[in-house]
């Protein structure tokens, strides 16, 4: 028997392995140059991260982002920003894990699904330490090269699909009055 007549066949490609996902809640604490009266507002941003395996059945996260703070000092009567760059190190539990992979080459994607955003910004009962609550989300996907078996149609004919034209197999004939339809100055902009 021919191995092209053969029921099945095997296709080494690559898929997705393994899917994880983590939400994290986390405290910082910024000691200003002055004892802050009241907080004007927070912002996080430049958020920097990068991603890699950790293990067969977790993803590591390492990253980084700036926290701004806008307070006011000396009794309300000046007012200051304070900025501290905060690093972090996430490890995400892959919860889909596809134990059939042909090695270990893998390629991680992590894609935010919540951007480090404030939560809560305060100052300590002490008063001269602001306490910032930050939230951030990941997704991860692992992919990795692994085998898939395929049924192949014993009734498919390759010679016979080169033969046939190919508007012929798509059915899709234009004709010329639905060519002078379209239309070509798609980037004008009307006012």
Known sequence: ????KKDYREIITKAVIGKGRKFTKESHTVTPPN??????GCWVINHLYHAKMKSTDSVEINGSYEINIWYSFNDNTKTQVV???VTYRDIVPLSIKDENCLNDDFDVIAK???QPNCLECK???KGN????EVEREFIVQVIGETKLLVK???TWD???LEDEDDDEVWGHDVTDDELEDVQTDFMHTKD
Do not use: N
Request: no cysteine; net charge positive.
């Open 123 to 125: 100052i300590e009962k």
């Open 35 to 40: 004892r802050p009266s009241s907080i004007l």
């Open 129 to 132: 330490k602001i306490v910032v």
């Open 83 to 85: 900025t501290e760059k």
């Open 112 to 114: 935010v699904l919540q």
């Open 1 to 4: 028997m021919s191995f092209l």
């Open 158 to 160: 390759a010679e016979k």
């Open 152 to 154: 192949v149609d014993p």
